[in-house]
């Protein structure tokens, strides 16, 4: 595909249990990111993917949270024992590069809904 | 460091009428300035950017922004709304300095009335 992809779009779970979301970055894109969205609300940082690198975890909002991107390609961002607090828009973007030039190419979101 | 001040987080407009969505940023260093639009339920798509070339950049459906650095300004502007501009609205500022990362600001609703 020739953009960001996410999945699922949409995930309601039971407070308590463990979740995956899944980001495809567009093919070459060396830097990734996850954001989450809370409703009304602006962009939070969470983690920071670029190349061989070790990850920019500094957003990640407890040690529930973690993420990893497997052969510099495909992200996982898995949030355990899942709280209602969690539930947002989490939002993947992929760029050529950490250069400040690059902009980032977002994907359409997984909506999480803990109940 | 890096920051970002959206000074409207909210503006409502008139169909036709010009649109002003103002950004102060924040940097030690030459920055790169980028808008983003995201319209609801969909994903955040890259409106324009400045990059230390032309101080005045076009981008898409007809939006311009004009860095200035006396001011440390990058407003969005549209001489003219459409209904199709409603959205949310990021200006994000990125200089090298944060580990690579860009700084989003906290974003402005823009409304358009018929």
């Known amino acids: 595909g020739a953009g960001v992809s996410q999945s699922p779009s949409n995930k309601v779970t039971e407070k308590g249990k463990d979740v995956e979301l899944r980001c495809d970055p567009i093919?070459?894109?060396?830097?990734l990111y996850w954001y989450r969205q809370s409703l009304g609300q602006g962009l939070e940082f969470l983690i920071y993917f670029q190349g061989n690198s070790a990850p920019d975890k500094s957003g990640l909002p407890s040690d529930r949270f973690s993420a990893e991107r497997t052969g510099g390609s495909v992200s996982t961002l898995t949030i355990q024992r899942t709280q209602q607090e969690d539930s947002a828009v989490y939002l993947c973007?992929?760029?050529f590069g950490q250069g400040i030039y690059n902009e980032q190419f977002f994907g359409p979101g997984t909506r999480l809904t803990v109940l | 460091a890096q920051s970002v001040t959206q000074l409207d987080s909210h503006v409502s407009v008139s169909e036709g009428t010009p649109v002003l969505l103002r950004c102060n940023y924040s940097s030690s260093y030459s920055p790169s300035l980028f808008w983003y639009v995201q319209h609801p339920n969909k994903g955040l798509q890259l409106l324009l950017k400045y990059t230390s070339a032309a101080t005045l950049v076009k981008g898409i459906n007809g939006f311009e922004a004009e860095f200035k650095k006396s001011e440390t300004s990058f407003h969005l502007t549209k001489p003219s709304a459409h209904m199709s501009d409603a959205a949310e609205y990021f200006c994000v500022v990125s200089d090298g300095t944060n580990a690579g990362k860009s700084t989003f600001g906290d974003g402005t609703t823009l409304t358009v009335k018929p």
């Open positions: 093919s070459g894109h060396t830097a």
């Open positions: 973007a992929s760029s």
